[in-house]
């Protein structure tokens, strides 16, 4: 592998218009899948490292997702992808959980360091495609370092358009609003015998420009657990049917919330940077089952239950300025006697006036913003 350049990719240039995207990866010889939907919105799938990397309206080339300044010119791409580091290129990603399992690989010294199964992400996904759906396949063994197994799976992931469900409503925000979306079949295989311990969930991140606020729907009440990171007072805000959390601080945290709390449904809210009248919003709808079991823990209470949501801020010179809106599928293996997961999610994204952007918000996540 090539040596490294350190960068600070908070300082490189903004994320690049749809086609110089495309352009960079197909020069950098990592040319992404695209699918365009019936209004012209685009989607892109990104083989390497299996995500979804772009979200575009069919009205405007800026992306709706966030993409790593590394992958902004060809030659930047070209010294991402050859690197000896972590590829993170942006996006819509599907690790797996326990984190605790699969990312320290001297457990229980979870101090010494944290490294991405380089065969997960970025793995070695295979790409194919119909008229109407993108689809990356990759087979891996994954290792358990907190309990000593080894398990050979196979993960496809399906990416499909889908309509605007707010164009049957009755508020009739669709003429003001940009929107693109696509629906995402997450498939999960254990390929070996079931083994009491093993335990593997499907964990999906979207990665979001930096700055906004996540609102994430609940049933009443919660305290979200902290994961890690001092996360300044007044950023996280529990009210009665929601939790917000402004990621705009320095540095790495993370937040967890309980499946029995959770709706199956959250937002991120940011508004521009170049014109504060307007503003994005990103919803993902995903299935929460309210007994799991949910398996990935913080470190420093590994003995209790998981969440079925996370929020992650992370403002960091090696990896950039970017919020994450995570959330886990229950389990298999071990005791759920299940050797396969099939999870579905959507994402719904809108650009437009900040007062519609609100109504939106009302709309979909019944919060106010």
């Not at 979207?206 to 919660?222: A, N, S, W």
Request: proline share 8%.
């Amino acid at each position: 592998m090539p040596e490294t350049v350190s960068r600070d990719l908070r300082t490189l240039a903004a994320a690049p218009p749809k086609q110089q995207l495309i352009e960079s990866l197909e020069r950098a010889s990592r040319p992404p899948l695209t699918l365009t939907g019936p209004s012209g919105e685009t989607v892109l799938v990104l083989p390497h490292g299996g995500r979804v990397l772009g979200l575009y309206s069919s009205a405007s080339s800026k992306n709706f997702l966030w993409t790593s300044a590394a992958i902004s010119s060809p030659e930047l791409a070209r010294e991402h992808f050859g690197s000896d580091r972590w590829c993170n290129s942006g996006g819509d990603r599907t690790w797996l959980g326990p984190e605790i399992d699969f990312f320290y690989p001297h457990y229980p010294d979870t101090s010494r360091q944290y490294f991405q199964p380089r065969q997960l992400d970025p793995g070695r996904w295979v790409a194919s495609r119909t008229p109407t759906r993108m689809i990356v396949e990759n087979s891996l063994a994954v290792h358990s370092f907190r309990r000593g197994w080894t398990q050979s799976i196979r993960i496809r992931k399906t990416v499909s358009m889908i309509s605007n469900p707010l164009a049957d409503c009755e508020v009739g925000l669709t003429g003001e609003l940009e929107f693109a979306g696509y629906q995402l079949h997450t498939s999960l295989e254990l390929l070996d015998p079931l083994a009491d311990n093993v335990e593997i969930g499907i964990w999906n991140l979207l990665q979001l420009p930096g700055g906004g606020e996540m609102v994430v729907p609940t049933y009443g009440p919660t305290t979200p657990v902290v994961y890690f990171g001092d996360i300044p007072q007044g950023d996280v805000r529990t009210e009665p049917r929601c939790v917000r959390y402004r990621m705009s601080a320095p540095n790495e945290q993370k937040i967890g919330v309980d499946a029995i709390a959770t709706t199956g449904r959250a937002g991120y809210v940011r508004e521009d940077d170049e014109d504060r009248s307007v503003a994005s919003l990103v919803v993902r709808n995903f299935h929460n089952n309210l007994i799991g079991p949910y398996v990935d823990v913080p470190l420093h209470t590994p003995e209790r239950g998981g969440h079925a949501f996370q929020a992650c801020n992370i403002d960091a010179d090696y990896l950039g300025h970017f919020a994450e809106l995570e959330y886990h599928a229950p389990a298999i293996g071990g005791p759920t006697g299940q050797s396969r997961s099939d999870d579905v999610s959507q994402v719904f994204a809108y650009r437009g006036p900040r007062e519609i952007i609100a109504q939106a918000a009302q709309t979909l996540l019944g919060v106010t913003i």
